[in-house]
């Protein structure tokens, strides 16, 4: 290779890098946004979705993806219309290699700027957060139609400066002024031609979303509702269990100070109060003893990696993120940024409710039907985890005053 020939190599590589690089997140929402109204379908989908196709980075190793293992499963490979949008706005990969290399690493320096893949983890970073996210995605995949739109008959006019578009011939201009006045009466457009909320277009004619977005939010009711008592958000007087106020009382630490700080702190921040102390925290959950206790406040404060479930029943994931434990003070338990999430108390009640509400978007009105069957299902497992929960206490209280205060010998 000479010189010459690999100066104009690096030129078309840095020429890549600046055409990904300047690329903004509004340019792939509006490829997106037009690719899904060319199949249908309401702007947005589910978050997670959403929130992945817009990540260049994933967008970029999708299509890569596609290109080298043809036969892969549809969901490691582009969406063919959006990738056939973005091509046409002149997103797509290029086929001279110098150009692809320079746009994936300027795709890669883009993503570091605009903080896309950072958005996933701000998606996700909390309890209800994560519940929702993955309500979210167990609807639309039990009931696409979800987030899809309804084709209607009404053509869609030609406006020029607002008002529908005179032809030269008067047939096209009476039809053009018919489809104008259907769409107008019909609430589709305004008067101006701009479309109303929940209309798209497809083939020529109007399509309008099947249901409304606040509707289909409404679904994460029951399994927002099973997380958010889990893991005590939903009193207003103060902690609950064993734990203090998230505005704590300097009488009373599990009472709150204030109501109204403390409805703010747990809904807006998500903040809980932390376990009381031993002798406090006895009152409210005498069937745990100090040395359970103490050793589950190691086990919540540790950030040390442990991977192996096996010698000891608990694992902790890198700088302490999330942790699995066997046997907590509330039993089989799972923590997510420091939140607990018990087996029986949270995690069973949000399958619960999960579990319903994917069985009721099936049925013939989806969004009655996946409320209903979201709360029933919310109240089964709220149910069946109080029960499991009481017989466990028993069980450990029981252990413990058989075995002095030590139940783990008794338990296994």
Not at 34 to 50: C, M, V, W, Y
């Amino acid at each position: 290779m000479t010189g010459e020939e690999f100066q104009d190599m690096l030129k078309r590589a840095k020429a890549g890098f600046k055409d990904r690089y300047e690329e903004g997140r509004e340019d792939y929402r509006q490829a997106y946004y037009a690719s899904r109204e060319l199949r249908g379908k309401d702007p947005e989908d589910a978050r997670i979705k959403t929130t992945l196709a817009l990540n260049p980075t994933i967008v970029a190793a999708r299509d890569v993806f596609s290109d080298a293992v043809p036969n892969a499963p549809s969901w490691l490979k582009s969406e063919p219309i959006y990738r056939g949008m973005r091509n046409e706005m002149g997103m797509g990969l290029s086929n001279d290699l110098p150009t692809r290399i320079g746009q994936l690493g300027g795709t890669v320096a883009n993503d570091l700027t605009q903080d896309h893949s950072r958005t996933i983890w701000w998606l996700l970073n909390a309890p209800q957060a994560a519940g929702n996210v993955a309500n979210e995605l167990a609807l639309s995949m039990a009931n696409p139609s979800l987030f899809a739109h309804e084709r209607t008959d009404i053509g869609v006019p030609t406006m020029d400066n607002g008002k529908p578009k005179v032809y030269d011939k008067q047939e096209f201009t009476d039809e053009n002024r018919a489809k104008y006045d259907a769409a107008v009466s019909a609430g589709l457009i305004s008067k101006e031609g701009v479309k109303r909320k929940g209309v798209g277009q497809k083939d020529g004619r109007f399509t309008k979303r099947k249901y409304a977005p606040g509707d289909v939010a409404a679904l994460a009711i029951p399994t927002g509702v099973a997380i958010n008592a889990g893991i005590g958000l939903l009193n207003p007087l103060g902690g609950s269990g064993g734990y203090a106020a998230a505005i704590p009382s300097s009488e009373d630490p599990a009472k709150t100070e204030n109501a109204v700080l403390e409805v703010a702190a747990k809904y807006i921040l998500g903040k809980t109060g932390n376990l009381l102390p031993y002798e406090e925290f006895s009152k409210h959950r005498p069937d745990v003893d100090k040395g359970d206790y103490n050793r589950y406040k190691a086990f919540k404060y540790e950030k040390d990696t442990d991977l192996n479930i096996f010698d000891d029943g608990q694992v902790t994931l890198p700088t302490g993120v999330a942790k699995f434990t066997m046997e907590g003070i509330h039993g089989p338990e799972l923590q997510f940024l420091g939140r607990s999430l018990p087996a029986t108390t949270t995690l069973v009640p949000f399958l619960g409710a999960l579990a319903g509400g994917v069985a009721g978007v099936r049925t013939k009105r989806p969004i009655k039907g996946g409320v209903i069957g979201g709360m029933s299902g919310l109240i089964a497992g709220g149910a069946a985890g109080m029960i499991g929960e009481e017989l466990r206490r028993r069980a450990v209280s029981n252990a413990n005053q058989l075995e002095g205060g030590n139940a783990e010998q008794y338990l296994g």
